[in-house]
């Protein structure tokens, strides 16, 4: 998804496959499930996600990897093959400033 997804042009990501929503060709075929039975206080009947915390590290990890291989830093995802050659081209890598949604939270 560090790679892929991009939801900044709204015209052209009308439906989930045009967003760049990885498939099923895309996860590995060797993958362990650990389950963890461990009650949340503050979930519903205990409750928790468990989706979220896979899909926050990779996101560092990709970009690390990227100014490893080639000392172009991407601050901002999807990491794009136009944003790393940019930065290879000594050019200035676009970032879009977003407003803040809720600011009182």
């Known amino acids: 998804m560090a790679l892929t997804?991009?939801?900044?042009?709204?015209?052209?990501?009308t439906s989930m496959a045009a967003c760049g929503i990885p498939y099923i060709?895309?996860?590995?075929?060797?993958?362990?499930?650990?389950?963890?039975?461990?009650?949340?206080?503050f979930g519903p009947h205990g409750a928790s996600g468990v989706g979220e915390l896979p899909?926050?590290?990779p996101h560092a990890a990709i970009c690390n990897a990227i100014y490893n291989a080639c000392g172009?830093?991407?601050?901002?995802?999807?990491?794009?093959?136009?944003?790393?050659?940019a930065g290879l081209q000594g050019k200035e890598i676009p970032v879009v400033k977003r407003p803040i949604k809720n600011p009182e939270f």
């Not at 172009?72 to 050659?85: G, N, S």
């Open 55 to 57: 899909l926050t590290a």
């Open 72 to 85: 172009v830093r991407i601050t901002q995802l999807p990491a794009l093959p136009e944003k790393v050659l």
């Open 25 to 41: 060709k895309d996860v590995p075929d060797n993958l362990d499930i650990i389950y963890v039975n461990f009650p949340r206080k």
């Open 5 to 13: 997804e991009d939801f900044e042009d709204l015209k052209k990501h």
